[in-house]
Each structure stands twice: as C-alpha cells, then as structure tokens.
C-alpha cells in the first residue's frame, strides 16, 4: 500500500546548526505535503503545508524562515531546520493523501 | 477554545475490558474524522477514517461519529496489552482532507 517514507528517524546536532529532514511518497504522487511538530506529550500541531512548485503555507506563529521547505517534485518534501535550538527539539512529523492521509514514522530531532 | 476536545487520560483498563475514547469539536466544516494509534517514538497509524455521521467497525474497533452533537468516539472491544498507545483523534475539512486538527490524545493501558 501507500507508504510516506520519513528520514532520518533521529538526529542530534549542535545548537546554531542546520537539519534536514526528507519525506517522500512511495508508490504515489503528493503535490501537498503536510508538516506536524509533535512536543512530548502533547499532540501533532501543524506547522505548514508544503505545495509543490510553488511556496509553502505556514501557520501562525511558525517562522518561515527558521523551517525553510522545499516541496521540488511530487515524491519529494523537504524540511530544514535552521540555526537550530534547543527550543526545536522535538518531533517531527509529515505526512501526505493519497486516498486517505498517510503519515511518515518521524525523525526526533534533538539539538545539544 | 481549541477546535477539538479529547478526553484527558491515562486510561487504564484490565485485558477483556471495552475501552471507550471520546472527542468533541467545535468547527461544523469538520467532514472527515481519524483515529490514530501512537505507539511511544513512534508516527501516528491510522486506526478508522470515516467520513461524516454515521457509524464504523473494523474487527474490535468501532467508530462513532454524530455531527449534530459534534461528537465522535471510538470503541476497542475485548482489548488486549498490546493496545496500549497513545490514541489520538483528529478532523479535517471536506476542502483539505490533509490539514487535520488533532486532539491531545488519550493514553491507554491495558493490563494482562
């Protein structure tokens, strides 16, 4: 069936550094993407949602600038967190529709 | 106010025990309606999807949706340890089944 592959599952950088983190649709085509961030024990929240070929949309309250994506075919989004903090420690979550809405496994990204 | 209310949890229930999770919402242009699990660490999986009232059954789970009340739950029959997740409902506008707006999630444990 569809599957939304997440990578990397988990990631530790330093503070002031740059993460990227890739999802892609298998077996299906995604001209949307979608961008969740997950704190512990509290639940998905939107970040933005991703549009191939063209800008992402971002929600209120997320900087467009500090979590740049890249939405450049229609496999393939990607989410990078720049200048990270330890306040971006999280976890981060995409996901896409195919028929029904198919979520990637999450990359935990820790910054030290 | 947030747009969907989930029953705070833990829950915690004997094995064999009916298991009832429970989410209220405010927002009438909510068509589609999930339940997911969330095993720790882990990305959410889509348990049931249903879309608008009405209900649904798959094997020991049963989702309930009743619009005029905007009010949706979710049954686990004879549940087993292995249901112990976190399970997270969440909503979605006929015009972006994608964008979903999630509950905080209920914990639940299921003792052998």
């Known amino acids: 069936g569809a599957v939304v592959s997440q990578h990397p599952s988990r990631v530790i950088c330093k503070s002031g550094t740059s993460v990227k983190i890739e999802c892609r649709s298998l077996d299906f085509q995604a001209t949307t993407m979608f961008w969740y961030r997950q704190f512990p024990k509290q639940s998905l929240m939107l970040m933005a949602t991703?549009?191939?070929?063209?800008?992402?949309?971002?929600e209120q309250g997320v900087e467009k600038d500090k979590f740049l994506i890249n939405h450049a075919s229609l496999t393939l989004s990607t989410l990078t967190v720049t200048s990270a903090h330890p306040e971006d420690s999280s976890f981060y979550i995409c996901s896409a529709v195919d028929s029904l809405v198919r979520f990637g496994s999450g990359t935990r990204l820790t910054v030290v | 106010q947030k747009e969907v209310e989930q029953d705070p949890g833990p829950l915690s229930v004997p094995e064999g025990a009916i298991v009832s999770l429970n989410c209220t919402y405010s927002?009438?242009?909510?068509?589609?309606f999930m339940w997911y699990r969330q095993y720790s660490r882990k990305g959410p999986e889509l348990l049931m999807y249903?879309?608008?009232?009405g209900n649904k059954e798959d094997g020991r789970f049963t989702a309930q949706v009743d619009k005029s009340s905007k009010y949706i739950s979710l049954f686990i029959r004879d549940s087993q340890p292995s249901d112990s997740a976190t399970y997270l409902c969440a909503m979605s506008s006929n015009t972006n089944a994608g964008k979903s707006t999630f509950g905080d999630g209920t914990t639940l444990t299921v003792k052998p």
């Open positions: 927002n009438s242009a909510f068509q589609y």
């Open positions: 249903t879309y608008s009232s």
């Open positions: 991703s549009n191939e070929g063209s800008k992402a949309t971002y």
